[in-house]
């Protein structure tokens, strides 16, 4: 790798064998070298989990100019620690990468979101983070139509950087063409009916976790889940910050 440009480090949540990921790295490889460490399988679901208790290790995927592709057997959050530490050492990345996702990752579901995990590890490590998703569940699903938009965020960021302790979750919608892009709140949302009982027949019960999403607010224009029901992409502006400061104030008689 050449040491004059930028490093992006990519990861995700889905394996580093998944479409989403591999169609990342070929929309970007250009603009910086490539560092990418992510799960063997999927790990949907994990967040910002880590491995407190689990042996971890490293595989060399694959290795060509510009781009190298490592896999762990950790959560995302372990991908990215593991590569900061021994993948990259002396050599910090501009730019942290999450996705492509299969599957959106908007309102509520950027608090579970593996790739979201990535994104919010890079932007507590001070490093610009992006995570990408779209809409699509499906394996073979088509991400030609984020290329443009990638590149531009992917470019701008590169240049520009992003406000300290800010990442960005942009997520797009399942179409050949979107109408623009749109910087939104996130939808209030809650999911419903998450856990289905089974009875097995040797007498024992399980659950299978699964449930239905509502959005609360169908109407509100502002959203995240209203863009992507109306063809933009939207962008979602993620805070490292957690502090409820109004909060502060109207707790301070707690402490006699």
């Not at 990535?118 to 992006?130: N, Y």
């Not at 942009?170 to 979107?178: A, I, M, T």
Request: net charge negative; aromatic share 10%.
């Amino acid at each position: 790798m050449d040491k004059r440009k930028p490093l992006i480090l990519i990861s995700n949540d889905d394996g580093y064998a998944a479409k989403g990921i591999n169609s990342l790295v070929a929309m970007v490889r250009d603009l910086a070298d490539v560092l990418v460490c992510a799960p063997d399988s999927a790990r949907s679901g994990y967040s910002c989990a880590f491995s407190a208790t689990l042996p971890l290790t490293l595989h060399q995927q694959h290795q060509e100019e510009g781009v190298e592709i490592w896999s762990c057997n950790g959560t995302p959050v372990d991908c990215v620690k593991l590569a900061m530490a021994e993948l990259c050492p002396d050599r910090r990345p501009a730019l942290v990468l999450g996705g492509i996702n299969h599957g959106d990752n908007a309102s509520v579901n950027s608090h579970y979101s593996g790739t979201m995990g990535v994104v919010r590890e890079g932007c507590m490590k001070s490093i610009p983070s992006v995570a990408f998703s779209l809409c699509d569940h499906r394996d073979d699903a088509d991400f030609e139509p984020l290329r443009p938009y990638v590149r531009r965020m992917v470019a701008r960021v590169l240049t520009e950087g992003l406000p300290e302790g800010v990442c960005l979750n942009v997520n797009f919608p399942k179409l050949p063409s979107f109408r623009g892009v749109k910087v939104c709140r996130m939808t209030k949302g809650i999911w419903y009916n998450e856990v289905e009982k089974c009875h097995h027949p040797r007498n024992y019960d399980y659950w299978w976790m699964v449930g239905h999403y509502a959005n609360l607010e169908p109407e509100s224009d502002d959203t995240d889940e209203w863009a992507l029901d109306h063809g933009y992409v939207a962008i979602f502006l993620f805070f490292k910050q957690k502090t409820a400061y109004d909060m502060l104030d109207r707790m301070s008689n707690w402490t006699e």
